[in-house]
């Protein structure tokens, strides 16, 4: 899904960019989609990158420090990061319910904004649910994308 996004947001820009400075002609609406879509690849590709430990992360004291602290340093930091991100989760659900009694719309099209922060929130929740699993057990999940490389 990611990569569909990926996809669609690349085209959304070359066709814009052709129609603005081409025929002075851009997409109507053309910088809310890509916002749109920006939110929906990120939060599509969460999980995922969570599933394979593959978020960006800064090792240069690791080799200093006893595995076994490294060890305890990560299952606190999967605990925490699924803490933060189930309180993520559950502010978004309240914020998506609330963007329905404002009627909260964006912009130029006027799309609706709570099926994106509905979208968000389970994303999220997906995600928490994964650094959770990855605290009490820290080398599950991370073959999730073995399956993915086989097939591929």
């Not at 959304?12 to 916002?35: C, H, M, Q, S």
């Not at 559950?90 to 799309?111: C, F, H, P, Y």
Request: hydrophobic share 55%; net charge negative; proline share 5%.
């Amino acid at each position: 899904m990611a990569n569909l996004v990926l996809f669609a947001m690349m085209v959304l820009t070359f066709v814009d960019v052709w129609a603005r400075y081409g025929f002075n002609a851009p997409i109507p609406g053309g910088f809310e989609i890509t916002e749109y879509l920006l939110v929906i690849l990120i939060y599509a590709a969460l999980p995922l990158v969570t599933a394979r430990d593959e978020h960006v992360t800064v090792d240069v004291l690791d080799s200093l420090i006893p595995e076994a602290i490294t060890r305890i340093q990560r299952h606190f930091m999967n605990l925490l990061a699924g803490l933060v991100l189930c309180f993520l989760t559950w502010r978004l659900w309240v914020k998506a319910g609330q963007s329905i009694e404002d009627n909260m719309i964006t912009t130029d099209l006027e799309m609706p904004l709570a099926p994106l922060i509905y979208f968000m929130s389970i994303l999220a929740g997906i995600t928490a649910l994964a650094f959770l699993i990855k605290a009490v057990i820290p080398e599950a999940l991370t073959d999730a994308g073995e399956l993915d490389d086989k097939n591929g």
